[in-house]
Structure formats: structure tokens, C-alpha cells
């Protein structure tokens, strides 16, 4: 499979190494030396210094034997140009990134009359992500499958004697629940019975949604704790603010926006009914402290400097606020985030890349979420009746240690599968697995024939 990504940016970037990961030809584009320098420096893809709208540049690339083209570009219209070019040229299929709130209302429109075959939207993601942790009842961050019949949970065990200096098979309370991995200064682990577990480690559990909310209540101390979110103070007006203050107001949540740019506040004003927006600096204490700060629910830092969303998420949470939330870039602040105290950090670029690889592989991939900036990732499949794994006992299928089926979806019933369970066709299988195992993940998601990701497929056939 040939990929061509237009923008050499954070998204860019992240999505050629995945990429790379799946064995994909990467071809990388932008007008900019340096950004391309850096690229060529981390990563095995071929760069091109040039500007992605222009048609001849593309011709010249052969643009008709790619299969994908992605323009993530700063700009949403020439993205929306690029991939109706490129579409016009002889590319199979293209996804554009636009992120103005304009735009969202007339999608189906845009991807009729320009050819563009998928819409990513970084800002709305995140906001979607956000929104839907912060009116989930638990108390550190949680991922759905199967429509909610099965959560993942990172729970940092700090230094709890229920965990800490305990092997995996000495733990109580886990009954039909599954450790599939576990974060330990910054590398992902994938643990066995004899695994002992140290102080401030993270376990990623898995189970049925209700035993998940079970263990929530019993290790994430008083049920009191958990209260519903009435009332919430975001930190940065930007487009991140902007969706997620829709959301929650449409949730009957009280809004309050504190951004430091005047003529944001008036566009903001005018635009969402039902919030408060402050003018002011989100990182004075006193201001935030006048505004209430410790009535609050939820604090949320969203404006586009990383250090200050942490820095104003952990100064909400010391003063009292239930649930305190970053947005970070920065790959590297991920491995902080527990070690301060705060519930969650939610990185733009890889929900975004989860969402591309999930268009990429096809029907069959519900969903995919990466861990840990791109370790490890959670992939939700549905079972094809002709892939090698139906119909045999799960210790039979040579699995690597770097893979792990989590859970297994049968008839609507959750199973925490062992080494005898079998799949059976149309099952839905949430699997683990880790970076250095991408390629051995490709046997679970092979779709039936004609599918975009077949040619990736049977591409590499000769090579396994």
C-alpha cells in the first residue's frame, strides 16, 4: 500500500512512523526544508521538499499508483484543494483534516463536491474524548468497546498496599477482569502471573463495563468521590473550548471559558448560548480563584501551550476540583501526567492517528487507541469467518507475547478469555499489542478480498 501524507507537521510526522509500523510506503510532503530534515533524521520514508497543491508536483509523483493521500496541512482549504486534486489525478482515496467549526455543519456537502473519501477533525476528537470521560463516573481514564459493553481503565496503583510488591496471580478482587499490560517509567510491559508489580506503576485493566465500574469504587476510594459534572471551567477559547463547551452545555453542564484574547471572547459570545466566557488570564490563580475555581466539577486546559495546561490542570486539582484534564502535544509529558496527580492527558495527534488507522484497515476495525504516544494500542475487531483464528483454542494460535486478546465478545456476552477459549465468526475481539508486534497484528484484521487494506495485505505476503 502507497500513502502519501501532504504536511510534515505533529500529525504528519506521527502518522509516517505509524505507518511505518504497518509497512506502509510513506511518502512525505511539505514546502518546509527543516520540518523534512527532522523527519528524514527518525524515520525510513521518502521526503519531497514542494508544495502539495500544486497538481504538477503531484503528477510528477505518480500520484495515481498511490492508494491514499492524506493533506494535513495548517490550512483547511488547502487541504480540501489538495485532496480534490489529487482525486481528480488518479488517487484512490484521500482524508483531509478540517478543523474550523464552519466546516461541520456542511461535511457531507464538502466531501460529495470535492472527492474526499474522509474528514478528520483533531479539535472535535478531542473534545468528543474529553466530553465523554469527564460524564463517565470513574475516576481515572477509561476507553469503550464493543458499545460499551466492554472499558479499559489506567489505574495507577501509587503506592497501595492491594498492589504494590504483589504478584499478578496474588491479587484479589480481579475476577473476571484482565491486566493486559502495565506502564512502568515510561515503557509498556505485558505482564504474566509472576509478574510483581512496584510502587506508581499503571495497569491497563479490562472486563465488562459494570465490573469495571466495581473496581472503580472499591480501589478509587469513596464512592463520594464520584459525583456527577455540573459544573465545568475550561482553560483556552480556542477550537478545542469551542466544541467541548457545545457538548457539555447540550449535557446540561454550567460552562464557564476563561481566554485571554479579546476578540476570541466576543467570536465565542456570539456563538454559544448558555456560556460564560471571561475575559482574562487563565493562569492567574487569583482570577480563577474569583471565578470560583473551587465550586467547580471539572477544569480542562486546552489552550496551546502544553506547560500550562498542566501546570493550571494540577493548580485546579489542588484546590479541589473532582477531575482535572490536559491537552498535551508533547508525546513525552504522557509519562508525567500520573506522577502529578492529574485524571488525564488527551494528545489531538493520536486520537486522530487512531482514527485514521482505523479507516485504513477497514470494515472489520471498530476502533484502535494508542497507548502511551504509540507503544502499544488497543484495536477492536470484528471476527471474519475466514481469517486462521476462528474455531481454535486461543493457546493454539502462536500468539506473541507482545499480543494479547483482551476480551472476547460473544452473542452480546463479554468473555475474559484463557487459553481454552475459542472465537467464533462475527465475535468482536478487543486485542492488545504492543509496537514491536504491529506486523503479527495484521492476521486479526485481514479483511475480505476488494477491502483498502487487502492491497497492504497481499502486498506483503511474500515478505512474512
Known amino acids: 500500500m502507497k500513502v502519501m501524507v501532504v504536511g510534515a507537521g505533529k500529525l504528519g510526522y506521527k502518522l509516517a512512523e505509524t505507518m511505518i509500523n504497518e509497512d506502509i510506503d510513506v511518502t512525505l510532503i511539505d514546502s518546509n526544508p527543516a520540518a523534512l530534515e527532522r523527519v528524514k533524521d527518525h524515520l525510513d520514508v521518502l521526503t519531497v521538499t514542494a508544495n502539495g497543491i500544486e497538481i504538477g508536483v503531484l503528477k510528477e509523483l505518480n500520484i495515481e499508483t498511490y492508494d491514499l493521500l492524506v493533506a494535513a496541512t495548517s490550512s483547511d482549504e488547502t487541504n480540501t484543494v489538495i485532496c480534490s486534486l489529487a482525486k481528480k489525478v488518479g488517487c484512490k482515496k484521500t482524508i483531509a483534516r478540517l478543523r474550523n467549526p464552519e466546516y461541520t455543519e456542511q461535511l457531507d456537502f464538502v466531501k460529495t463536491e470535492m472527492g474526499i473519501d474522509y474528514i478528520i477533525n483533531p479539535d472535535l476528537a478531542t473534545a468528543n474524548a474529553i466530553e465523554k470521560y469527564l460524564l463517565k463516573n470513574y475516576n481515572f481514564y477509561s476507553g469503550d468497546f464493543a458499545s460499551g459493553k466492554v472499558s479499559m481503565v489506567d489505574f495507577s ?30 515503557d509498556v510491559i505485558i505482564p504474566h502471573g509472576s509478574t510483581e508489580l512496584i510502587e506508581n506503576d499503571i495497569i491497563h485493566v479490562i472486563g465488562n463495563s459494570n465490573n469495571i465500574t466495581k473496581f472503580n ?13 455540573k459544573k465545568a471551567m475550561i482553560f483556552g477559547g480556542g477550537k478545542i473550548g469551542y466544541y467541548l463547551a457545545q457538548r457539555l452545555v447540550s449535557s446540561n453542564v454550567n460552562v464557564t471559558i476563561v481566554e485571554q484574547n479579546k476578540k476570541r471572547c466576543q467570536y465565542l459570545s456570539e456563538r454559544l448560548e448558555n456560556v460564560l466566557v471571561i475575559y482574562g488570564d487563565g493562569t492567574d490563580i487569583n482570577l480563577l480563584e474569583e471565578e470560583d475555581l473551587a465550586s467547580m466539577d471539572a477544569f480542562i486546559g486546552v489552550t496551546g501551550y502544553d506547560e500550562q495546561n498542566l501546570l493550571m490542570a494540577l493548580m485546579a486539582k489542588q484546590s479541589g476540583v473532582n477531575k482535572a484534564i490536559a491537552k498535551i502535544s508533547r508525546p513525552s509529558y504522557v509519562q508525567i501526567v500520573d506522577k502529578i496527580g492529574l485524571d488525564a492527558a488527551l494528545n489531538p495527534v493520536n486520537i486522530t492517528v487512531s482514527d485514521i488507522l482505523r479507516y485504513i484497515r477497514g470494515g472489520k476495525v471498530v476502533s484502535v487507541s494508542l497507548l502511551l504516544g504509540g507503544q502499544g494500542e488497543v484495536t477492536e475487531i470484528i471476527a471474519s469467518e475466514n481469517l486462521p483464528i476462528i474455531g481454535k483454542p486461543i493457546s493454539q494460535l502462536g500468539l506473541p507475547k507482545g499480543i494479547i486478546i483482551g476480551a472476547i465478545v460473544h452473542n452480546g456476552n463479554v468473555i475474559i478469555p484463557n487459553g481454552k477459549s475459542i472465537i467464533n465468526a462475527n465475535d468482536r475481539i478487543i486485542v492488545f499489542c504492543l509496537k ?9 484484521i485481514r479483511p475480505h478480498k476488494g477491502g483498502i487494506f487487502s492491497e497492504l495485505w497481499n502486498g506483503n505476503k511474500g515478505t512474512r
Not at 496471580?169 to 515510561?186: C, H, M, P
Open 157 to 186: 496503583i501509587n503506592n497501595s498496599h492491594d498492589f504494590v510488591g504483589k504478584k499478578i496471580v496474588e491479587l484479589k478482587d480481579l475476577d473476571n477482569l484482565l491486566i493486559t499490560a502495565i506502564s512502568r517509567g515510561g
Open 217 to 229: 469504587e472499591k480501589f478509587s476510594g469513596s464512592t463520594m468521590r464520584r459525583k456527577n459534572i
Open 436 to 444: 514491536s508486534d504491529m506486523p503479527a497484528l495484521k492476521m486479526f
